[in-house]
C-alpha cells in the first residue's frame, strides 16, 4: 500500500520516524514543515496544501501525526467518493490514538489502523457502525478479498439491513458453516447478496460482491487497438454471463509484451499483464483447440487457452474468435471465510 505520513511538530516527528522504520517506508514518504524535515530526511513544503492534490491521488493511504482539523483542512477539496479515495488515518501527536476518518472499509482505513496502532503502542478508534455493533461490513469483507461491489448505493442499503437485522447471502462457492453477524442464508427475499462472478440476481435487490479471480487469455493481430479488444472480452463474458469486474489478470505469448493495445486494454481493466514463451505455453498440459497457422507465426497452437491456464487456473470459457481477438478465460479457486 502506497503511503505518505504528515507530522507538524516534534512529538510529531519522532513518532513518524518510528512509524516510518515500522512500515519500512522511505523517509521522503514522510512530509512536513521546513522545521522538522532536516534531521531524518523527510520531505520539506512551506505550503503542504499546494502538494495535498497530487499526494492525495498518488497514495493509498494518508497518515496525518496531527490535530484532525489539519488533516480535514488539507484533503477537503480532493474528496470524491468511497470508491476512488485514499484511506486517510490521524494520529495524535502523544502516539494515544489511530482514528480512520475516510475510506474505512473500501480504502482499508479500519484494517491500517488495527494494523499499525499495536506498531506504535496505540488504540484504534474505529467509528463506522457495522464495525462497532460487531457486525457484517459488506465493503470492508470485499476490500478484503479483493472483490468489487456491484453498486455502491446497494452497498449502503445492505449495510443499513444488517444494522437493523440480517440479511440473507448466497453464493457460487460453498459458504463455511457459520457466517458473521449479520448474514443468513438464502436464495430469494427483497435484498440480499450474491457472491460470485455470474451475472446473477437471485434478489429483487441484489448486491453482488464479485471476487477479482478471473485470467483471460488472449490472442490478436499486430495492430489491433485497446477498443477491439475490449469489446471482444464484453461480448465473450458477456455471452457466458461472467461480470467483467471478476478479470485480475491477461496472460498472452511474450512477442505480445510490447503490443499497444493489448497493454491499454489491460490498464482499463486494472488487470495485472502476464507474458510467456512459447515453450512455456506448449508445456501446459491439457487438450486445447490448435491452429496451424499460429503455431507457424509465433510457436504455438494456442495461444490464449495456454495462457490462460498458466496464469489462472481452470478453464472456464474456451478459445473465442470475436473480430479478429480471440479470448479464453481460467478461474482461481475461491474459498469464502469470514
Given at each position: ?18 512509524l516510518?522504520e ?24 512551506e ?25 480535514v ?28 476518518v475516510l475510506?474505512?472499509h ?62 440473507p ?11 458473521p ?45 485497446k ?6 472480452v ?31 486494454a ?31 507465426t ?28 480471440t479470448?479464453?478465460?481460467?478461474v ?6 469470514f
Amino acid at each position: 500500500m502506497k503511503t505518505a505520513l504528515f507530522c507538524f511538530s516534534g512529538n510529531g516527528a519522532r513518532l513518524a520516524e518510528k512509524l516510518r522504520e515500522q512500515l519500512q517506508l522511505p523517509p521522503e514518504n514522510v512530509h512536513t514543515v521546513p522545521k522538522y524535515a532536516g534531521k531524518y530526511g523527510f520531505r520539506a513544503h512551506e505550503r503542504l496544501s499546494d502538494a495535498m492534490g497530487t499526494l492525495f491521488a498518488e497514495n493509498e493511504a494518508l497518515i496525518f501525526i496531527s490535530a484532525a482539523g489539519i488533516a480535514v483542512r488539507l484533503i477537503a477539496p480532493y474528496v470524491r467518493s468511497k470508491a476512488e479515495d485514499p484511506a486517510v488515518l490521524v494520529i495524535d501527536d502523544q502516539g494515544r490514538f489511530v482514528i480512520p476518518v475516510l475510506s474505512g472499509h473500501l480504502g482499508g482505513a479500519n484494517a491500517l489502523a488495527e494494523k499499525i496502532a499495536p506498531l506504535i503502542g496505540a488504540l484504534p478508534v474505529v467509528t463506522t457502525a457495522t464495525d462497532g455493533a460487531g457486525r457484517f461490513s459488506c465493503d470492508a469483507w470485499a476490500a478484503q478479498h479483493h472483490c468489487a461491489l456491484s453498486s455502491l448505493k446497494t452497498a449502503k442499503k445492505v449495510s443499513a439491513a444488517i444494522l437493523g437485522g440480517d440479511v440473507p447471502v448466497f453464493s457460487e462457492t460453498p459458504l463455511p458453516a457459520v457466517l458473521p453477524k449479520g448474514l443468513v442464508r438464502g436464495e430469494a427475499g427483497p435484498l440480499g447478496i450474491y457472491i460470485g462472478i455470474r451475472e446473477q440476481q437471485p434478489f429483487d435487490e441484489t448486491l453482488r460482491l464479485i471476487p477479482r479471480i478471473l485470467t483471460l487469455g488472449i490472442g490478436c493481430r499486430r495492430g489491433t487497438g485497446k477498443d477491439v479488444i475490449l469489446s471482444a472480452v464484453r461480448t465473450v463474458l458477456g455471452a457466458n454471463g461472467i461480470d467483467i469486474r471478476s478479470v485480475a489478470a491477461v496472460a498472452s505469448i511474450d512477442v505480445k509484451k510490447d503490443e499497444a493495445g493489448l497493454l491499454q486494454a489491460a490498464e482499463a481493466l486494472n488487470a495485472e499483464l502476464f507474458f510467456f514463451s512459447a515453450d512455456e505455453l506448449n508445456a501446459v498440459p491439457g487438450d486445447f483447440e490448435e491452429s496451424a497457422f499460429v503455431r507457424k507465426t509465433v510457436g504455438t497452437g494456442n495461444v490464449c487457452e495456454r495462457a490462460a491456464v498458466l496464469a489462472g487456473g481452470t478453464r472456464i470459457i474456451n478459445k473465442t474468435a470475436v473480430d479478429g481477438v480471440t479470448v479464453a478465460a481460467a478461474v482461481k479457486e475461491m474459498r469464502i471465510e469470514f
